[in-house]
């Protein structure tokens, strides 16, 4: 399938989301062509395939259809040049729900485009978005409780974070179905010279994130305060992630493609890490500053699969991949609240001077 100019486009599958969005805009901004294959399903996605085609009227072709859709996928695999692979069902809570959905979305779709790609004539690069998730729970890594966060007893984990040579360990529905799906990647290119990478991202957020209770908690945090609504967290509060700004993420994929003939067939830990690391108090209570007014909280029993601590070594990313330093949190988060505010015809709080 081309696109619009007749060139053979770049396919973004779930290219209307969040990441997905930003991915194809810095492709159209950078003069590919952006062929988007998503369903439309999740809430706000319809917003940022429109706001694509209206940034990039030349550049960005759409087909709706679900990663589900053996054939419709394999079609617009054909004639593509490169291949960024983000469409997933992507929370634990529903993979527990209906684990057969999962299993189809996140394993048995990743398989009918990889063997899509394999069978033409030369295969064309991959590049997989998977999970930190893939490591399991980390119940075996010892933890102290540092003020309100939890950081990693062993000094090398909690200076660095952790690395690709960590055992793999799925768990949840969620977990087996995104892990297996990595696995399929990698062994893509090892036993059929398909060119693929994978990136096992932390907590990425940033613009165009309409984040849920289940998925994207950094920006659903946010919403929900400049609301004034009451926010639940699931454990005590304390867990820590490293977050990474979009911006920073769509640099790594970009990365990769570029360097792909010297990545292929290997997966790297891709989020803000160390000094982005931060718990989910430590985000409420920077919230708290931004919006200018208190969030009311209410806590609720751990969630399966859930991790106490997860932050990534990103020193084999920034080294294969040549990325530079991760926005800090904190400016990051203050960006996300202007942009959700302008999104949501919110106005800012009034400076602390002018309420004195």
């Not at 040049?81 to 983000?86: G, K």
């Not at 957020?205 to 926010?231: C, N, S």
């Not at 931004?290 to 997860?310: E, F, L, M, N």
Request: charged share 20%; with cysteine.
């Amino acid at each position: 399938m081309t696109a619009i100019t007749g060139r053979r486009p770049v396919l973004v599958t779930g290219g209307a989301g969040f990441i997905g969005s930003n991915l194809a805009d810095r492709l159209a901004t950078e003069g590919h062509d952006v062929l988007v294959y998503d369903a439309l399903l999740r809430p706000g996605v319809q917003a940022n395939l429109d706001w694509l085609k209206q940034r990039h009227p030349q550049r960005v072709s759409a087909v709706v259809a679900d990663v589900r859709d053996e054939n419709a996928l394999a079609h617009a695999a054909s004639d593509a040049s490169a291949v960024f692979h983000l469409a997933a069902q992507v929370a634990v809570t529903t993979s527990l729900v209906n684990p057969r959905e999962d299993f189809d979305i996140n394993l048995r779709a990743s398989f009918n485009l990889l063997d899509a790609l394999r069978r033409r004539a030369t295969p064309v690069p991959l590049i997989f978005a998977s999970t930190n998730k893939v490591y399991g729970d980390l119940n075996d890594v010892s933890l102290d409780l540092v003020g309100d966060a939890y950081l990693p007893a062993d000094p090398a984990v909690r200076d660095h974070g952790v690395s690709e040579t960590r055992p793999l360990d799925f768990h949840t529905p969620y977990g087996c179905s995104k892990g297996a799906a990595d696995q399929y990647v990698l062994d893509f290119a090892r036993s059929f010279g398909v060119p693929t990478a994978v990136l096992r991202m932390s907590c990425i957020y940033g613009q165009r994130q309409m984040g849920t209770e289940d998925q994207g908690w950094v920006a659903h945090f946010l919403i929900r305060a400049l609301l004034k609504q009451p926010i639940s967290i699931f454990g005590d509060g304390c867990q820590v992630r490293d977050v990474l700004e979009v911006g920073d993420a769509v640099d790594a994929y970009m990365a990769a493609w570029r360097r792909i003939d010297a990545v292929q067939g290997r997966a790297f830990n891709l989020g803000g890490g160390p000094a982005n690391a931060v718990s989910l108090r430590q985000v409420l209570a920077a919230i708290e500053d931004i919006v200018g007014h208190p969030v009311k909280t209410g806590y609720s029993a751990w969630r399966a699969g859930d991790q106490r601590y997860y932050v990534s070594d990103t020193r084999l990313a920034q080294r294969e991949l040549g990325l530079r330093q991760p926005r800090p949190w904190r400016a990051g988060l203050a960006t996300l609240a202007d942009w959700l505010r302008e999104a949501r015809g919110l106005s800012a709080p009034a400076p602390a001077e002018a309420l004195s």
